[in-house]
C-alpha cells in the first residue's frame, strides 16, 4: 500500500479533515457543531458544514505542508459517502468534489460505518474481528465474510448514541449526554429493573430509553443512569458473544462514539477472556467521527483501484455497509489466524 490521501468526514456533528499516508495521520483538523440546546439540527449542522469548511481544509493543508506533506503530494480527495444526515452529507461531497476537480485527483466515496472498523484494524493488532460498532445512529455487530463486511446483528430502531442523547435530553442534561451518563453512573447505589430487548440478534433501544425517562419520577438519576446502561450494554455483549461464537472468529474490535465509554470496554472485555478471544479498542481520537479514518478507507480504496466519477459521486444516507464490494481485504491475508 502506498500513497497519501485527504479525507473529510461530516456525517452529523464532526466536521474533520485529515491527511493520511500508509505509516500515520500526516495531520488533521476538526471543527464540531454544537447545538444550542437539544439534539442535532440537520440543516444548521450542515449550514456550520458549509461556514467552516474552506477553514478547516485551509488548516489541513497548512498542517500537512508544515509535516513535509505539501498539496502536490496527495494522491486522492475521500469523503464520507453516507449514512448520515443527508444535508451535512451533501455539504461534504460538494466540497470534496471541488478539491478533486480543481487538483484533478480521484475521488473515493467512502462507507462511514466501515471507515470505523478499518481505522481500528489500522491502529490496534485486530486482523479478522468481529466488530461491535455503537455510535449516535448506528449499532450494528459486523464481521468479514467473503468479499463484505456482515451484519449479524443491528438496532431496529434508533442507535444506542441516540438513544442515551434521548434520555439524556429529558433529565435536563446537554449534549452530548452519553459522557453525562456514564459520570453519573459510577455514583448509583442500586439497579432499577429496564426493558432487555434483545429479538434474536438484533435489538431495540427505543423503549429501553422511554423507560428510563419514566423512572425519573420514582428513582435517583444517578441509578436511573446506572440502569440504563448495564442493560444497554448487556444487550450489545449478550449480542457480540453470539456473533464470536457463529463466527468463530477470536477477536472483537470497539468501534463507534459510544465505545469511549469506560463500562462497556469493561464488560466486552470481560466477555472476551472468558471466551478466550483478544479485545481491542483504538486510542479515543479515533473513536468518535474523524478524518483520519475516512482518508485512510480512502487510501484503502485508491489502492485497490476502487474510485469514483463525479457523476456518481450521490451521497446515500442510507448507505448500508452490507452492500459494499470490499476491494480492499485479500482473503489470503486473514487465513492463519488464531
Known amino acids: 500500500m502506498k500513497g497519501t490521501v485527504l479525507g473529510i468526514e461530516g456525517t452529523a456533528w464532526n466536521l474533520s479533515a485529515a491527511i493520511v499516508n500508509e505509516n500515520d495521520v500526516v495531520a488533521e483538523v476538526t471543527h464540531t457543531y454544537v447545538p444550542p440546546i437539544g439534539g442535532i439540527h440537520p440543516r444548521e449542522a450542515a449550514q456550520h458544514h458549509a461556514r467552516f469548511a474552506s ?11 508544515k509535516k513535509g506533506v505539501s498539496i502536490s503530494m496527495i494522491d486522492g480527495i475521500a469523503f464520507s459517502q453516507g449514512p448520515g444526515l443527508g444535508a451535512c452529507l451533501r455539504t461534504v461531497a460538494t466540497a470534496s468534489r471541488a478539491l478533486s476537480l480543481s487538483l484533478g485527483l480521484p475521488l473515493i466515496g467512502v462507507n462511514h460505518c466501515l471507515a470505523h472498523i478499518e481505522v481500528g484494524r489500522w491502529k490496534t493488532p485486530a486482523r479478522d474481528p468481529v466488530t461491535l460498532y455503537v455510535s449516535g445512529a448506528n449499532s450494528q455487530v459486523l464481521a ?62 427505543s423503549g429501553l430509553s422511554t423507560a428510563a425517562t419514566d423512572a425519573l419520577g420514582r428513582a435517583s438519576l444517578e ?106 481485504i485479500n482473503e489470503k491475508d486473514l487465513e492463519g489466524d488464531p
Open 55 to 65: 477553514h478547516v481544509i485551509g488548516k489541513l493543508l497548512e498542517e500537512g505542508s
Open 144 to 205: 468479514y465474510k467473503m468479499g463484505k463486511y456482515r451484519v449479524f446483528g443491528e438496532t431496529l430502531d434508533i442507535g444506542l448514541g441516540n438513544a442515551l442523547d434521548k434520555f439524556a435530553r429529558s433529565a435536563g442534561l446537554t449534549h452530548p449526554g452519553g459522557p453525562k451518563i456514564e459520570e453519573l453512573a459510577r455514583k448509583a447505589k442500586n439497579y432499577i429493573p429496564m426493558p432487555y430487548v434483545v429479538k434474536g440478534m438484533d435489538l431495540s433501544f
Open 223 to 328: 441509578d436511573v443512569c446506572y440502569s440504563f446502561q448495564e442493560t444497554a450494554f448487556s444487550m450489545v455483549v449478550e449480542v457480540t458473544e453470539r456473533a464470536l461464537a457463529h463466527t468463530g472468529k477470536h477477536e472483537v474490535l470497539l468501534a463507534g462514539g459510544v465505545g469511549a465509554n469506560t463500562r462497556l470496554r469493561e464488560m466486552l472485555k470481560i466477555m472476551c477472556e472468558e471466551r478466550g478471544a483478544n479485545f481491542y479498542v483504538p486510542e479515543k481520537r479515533f473513536m468518535g467521527d474523524n478524518g483520519a479514518m475516512i482518508a485512510y478507507l480512502g487510501l484503502l480504496m485508491l489502492n485497490s483501484g476502487d474510485i469514483l466519477s463525479v457523476e456518481k459521486s450521490h451521497v446515500n444516507p442510507n448507505f448500508r455497509p452490507d452492500s459494499v464490494d470490499v476491494t480492499w
